[in-house]
């Protein structure tokens, strides 16, 4: 036996946190394994993120292994902390994942404002604490095994951004002895992307948590998405305005500056500077170079042929502070992609400042946008927004692009739990707000017939 207990994720879409134990009911070892899979920052409204400065609910020098399903900050964000609390173990992910955490967690540390070398003022981490997770960070490829005390584990292509994984954790039941298969979602792709495969199937899972952000969603046409980023341009070109792109710095961005690429070099689109405005997704732009072999078959035969997905004529990066503010001296039209994706802080605020009154400009939104964010609220309509302490109308349109949404609806979702359905003895709905993971485990036990649960926080079950 093992229990899994929920200190994240758990009827809410961030801070992902899962503990799993063995040494139930005649464990191998006379040592209990305890592996905690992700460890995110909350992310959102304050009270979401006043969480992040509260202690662990566990020993974090009793943990003998943290494994992260993929790079976002919302799986990956507290794991420093934990170093800060007393972990003395590894952390495990795919090469790809561990190389986009290290650029994530130092954005995270410096948004912080630390400029010190000690970790003694009450701040989540300090600088030390990063060292030592980002030394002790270990990568392992998909499929290849590793073993942590009782658990055989291995990461399986979860195809959401460059290196995301589903954690595959499979430990021998000593009554039957039998392997038990506990499978962790992490988040799940939304194929077809441009860029990466699709989401691998999984068909033999005893017992599965699964993400559900849009569990109670269906998306749009996928093959209308690039028409309406075409339409966007082009609208944004033929006003005279600025198109805004709040920019989430892994994965859609990478996404959309590949789809604008094919848009220009085949003359669908007219020249228009394009500015990517975010140091975080220029550094990352070199670590997706760096991992082509995760590409799907179409984005490699686009890169034989020659072409440099990333770079096209009027696409510029500007990094450094003083070449974003001279961002403002090109007229319009132009394109800003910056960050951040939620509209939370980043650049992409001074832009908002600036060009959300102008009825000419457009912000495009084209991921999801968690409750309480600035980015919830433009595209629940708001008139007028709070950003910097001042009072902005908001004049210029808003557009939700959902096509490029990185995360599954529920006929993906239920159709990824079905592929188990043989197998499957308990699903657990996490990563969703509370009315997208009730809907989808009422739809499991209503559809599939399995036994499923939509944990609370803190909540633990024996498997």
């Not at 009782?150 to 392997?179: C, P, Q, T, W, Y």
């Not at 359905?421 to 017939?449: A, C, H, M, N, W």
């Amino acid at each position: 036996m093992a229990k899994i207990s929920f200190y994240g994720g758990a009827q809410q879409v961030t801070g992902a946190s899962y503990l799993i134990e063995s040494g139930f009911e005649g464990s191998q070892t006379q040592k209990k394994t305890k592996i905690l899979v992700d460890c995110g920052l909350y992310q959102g409204s304050k009270t979401y993120e006043s969480h992040n400065n509260d202690p662990f609910v566990f020993d974090a020098s009793d943990i003998d292994a943290v494994i992260v399903t993929h790079a976002h900050i919302d799986h990956s964000g507290r794991v420093p902390k934990l170093f800060k609390e007393g972990y003395k173990g590894k952390v495990y992910s795919t090469p790809a994942t561990k190389d986009l955490s290290a650029i994530m967690l130092e954005d995270s540390f410096s948004l912080m404002g630390h400029n010190h070398r000690d970790n003694k003022d009450g701040h989540l981490f300090g600088a030390e604490d990063l060292k030592n997770a980002l030394d002790n960070w270990e990568g392992v490829e998909y499929h290849q095994q590793f073993n942590i005390g009782d658990f055989k584990i291995r990461f399986l292509d979860a195809g959401h951004i460059l290196g995301s994984a589903m954690v595959e954790v499979v430990i021998r039941e000593a009554e039957s002895n039998a392997d038990k298969k506990i499978v962790f979602s992490g988040d799940l792709g939304n194929p077809p992307t441009p860029l990466l495969r699709a989401t691998e199937k999984i068909t033999d899972a005893n017992i599965l948590l699964v993400e559900s952000t849009y569990g109670d969603k269906l998306h749009g046409a996928k093959s209308d998405r690039k028409i309406q980023l075409e339409r966007a341009v082009e609208d944004a070109v033929k006003s005279g305005g600025v198109l805004m792109i709040p920019a989430f710095s892994l994965e859609r961005t990478q996404e959309l500056i590949f789809e604008i690429n094919d848009l220009v070099e085949n003359g669908r689109v007219p020249s228009v500077p394009v500015f990517l405005d975010s140091p975080l997704a220029i550094k990352a732009i070199e670590i997706y170079k760096k991992y082509e072999n995760y590409y799907n078959n179409e984005a490699k035969d686009v890169i034989e042929t020659g072409d440099q997905i990333f770079k096209f004529p009027l696409l510029r990066f500007t990094a450094s502070t003083e070449e974003s503010k001279k961002i403002n001296s090109v007229p319009p039209p132009k394109v800003i992609m910056a960050g951040s994706g939620m509209s939370t802080g980043g650049r992409i605020l001074h832009h908002e400042m600036r060009y959300l009154p102008d009825p000419n400009s457009t912000l495009l939104i084209v991921g999801y946008q968690a409750p309480g964010s600035l980015g919830r609220q433009l595209a629940d309509g708001a008139r007028s927004v709070n950003i910097f302490g001042e009072h902005i109308p908001v004049n210029a349109k808003v557009m939700f692009l959902e096509g490029y949404s990185g995360h599954p609806d529920y006929d993906m979702l239920m159709e990824f739990v079905k592929n188990s359905v043989d197998t499957l003895e308990k699903v657990f709905v996490v990563q969703g707000e509370p009315s997208s993971s009730l809907f989808l485990t009422q739809r499991i036990r209503d559809y599939l017939g399995v036994e499923s649960y939509s944990p609370q926080l803190g909540e633990s079950f024996e498997v």
